[in-house]
């Protein structure tokens, strides 16, 4: 082995344990346990073993073939993995079904046909061989495809939750995912780019996988990543709106003549997009009706205290944050099915 081939051995397999590292981290020593952590650990280890297998397969000599084969078939068990872990992460207190068991079954099948296969039949059996060509075609289809089954869940997530409404922890959730996504496309490129052009070396695969992993885990702690999950997607807007609601009560706010979204927006600290959408939502109103219904409210409560009766029905408008009195009197028919000055009467 020249000194080339060393370095090789060197650069794949630093990634290949930091990566272990890393699972271990998130399995072993990281206090707040999460089942995403626990799926993004288990793919870095089988990925180890898959990557392992590589390392052993260029640098090695007569590598056993039962090692080429279970190397191969965790494969299959990562595309699962790997889809159920975006999963995870963009859905609020995700849980494994247990119909998600039957994914795991292309792995548990070559994985035990594995054990059986021996150096003798790999040799010199052409059934043998013939199988492993199309099991090599299938496993790398498998894998792609869950890749993509995992981009696609990833930007129906991204296209859910509109830019302008997502928290710094959805952003950062959805950064992360691409970085995942885009470097298992990468690392799977090498490989297939090996099979299609054997100009391209083998142990480009795992040089590839340690620079990625390498890339990956910074960006992890960078973005806070693991110390996230699908709860980020919690729906809090039930929290904002009773918060907004008590600060328009104690504040009395709506009594100004011009109280805006945009300015009530600003008071939360919020968009006026998402203040908007919060109210339509749980208020069931428009912005309009959502603050004439708290003008209305104090309007009867001058209207039935009889020691107001000296004020003209106008002055209650004004007082109470209506601009016009004939906005006053819309307002108030559409919200009691009759003018303020028939309500007044009705009291007496």
Avoid: C
């Avoid at 626990?38 to 280890?45: A, D, F, T």
């Avoid at 070559?110 to 054990?115: D, I, N």
């Avoid at 099979?195 to 910074?218: A, K, Q, R």
């Avoid at 806070?224 to 997607?233: E, M, P, R, S, V």
């Amino acid at each position: 082995m020249n000194f080339s081939d060393i370095l090789l051995v060197i650069i794949s397999s630093a990634g290949l344990l930091h990566g272990i590292l890393f699972a271990f981290y998130l399995m072993v020593f990281k206090k707040k346990k999460t089942l995403t952590n626990l799926m993004l650990g288990l793919i870095l280890v089988f990925m180890a073993f898959r990557i392992g297998k590589s390392v052993m397969l260029n640098f090695g000599n007569d590598l056993e073939p039962i090692f080429i084969f279970v190397g191969l078939s965790f494969l299959l068990l990562i595309g699962p993995l790997f889809r159920w872990y975006i999963l995870g992460m963009t859905r609020p207190n995700f849980k494994l079904p247990k119909l998600y068991i039957l994914e795991i079954i292309p792995f548990a099948t070559v994985f035990t046909s594995s054990l059986f296969v021996n150096r003798q039949w790999y040799e010199n059996s052409t059934l043998v061989i013939i199988i492993f060509s199309s099991g090599l075609i299938f496993i790398y289809l498998h894998f792609i495809i869950y890749i993509i089954l995992g981009w696609k869940t990833f930007k129906l997530a991204k296209q859910k939750q509109r830019q302008e409404l997502q928290t710094k922890s959805q952003k950062a959730i959805f950064n992360w995912l691409r970085y995942l996504s885009i470097g298992f496309i990468a690392i799977w490129a090498s490989y297939v780019l090996n099979i299609l052009d054997e100009t391209v070396p083998y142990v480009v695969g795992p040089i590839v996988y340690s620079v990625i992993i390498y890339f990956l885990s910074y960006k992890a702690f960078k973005l806070k990543a693991i110390d996230l999950d699908g709860n980020a997607f919690k729906d809090n807007n039930d929290l904002l709106f009773n918060e907004l609601s008590k600060l328009i009560v104690d504040t009395k706010v709506y009594l100004e003549p011009d109280i805006s979204l945009a300015k009530l927006s600003k008071m939360i600290g919020k968009s006026t997009q998402l203040t908007s959408s919060i109210i339509n939502q749980y208020a069931k109103r428009n912005f309009n009706d959502f603050i004439n219904y708290y003008r209305i409210q104090e309007a009867k409560k001058f209207l039935l205290n009889t020691k107001n009766h000296k004020f003209t029905i106008s002055s209650i408008a004004f007082d109470t944050g209506f601009s016009s009195l004939s906005s006053f009197n819309s307002a108030f028919k559409k919200f009691e099915g009759m003018t303020p000055s028939s309500y007044r009467k009705n009291q007496v």
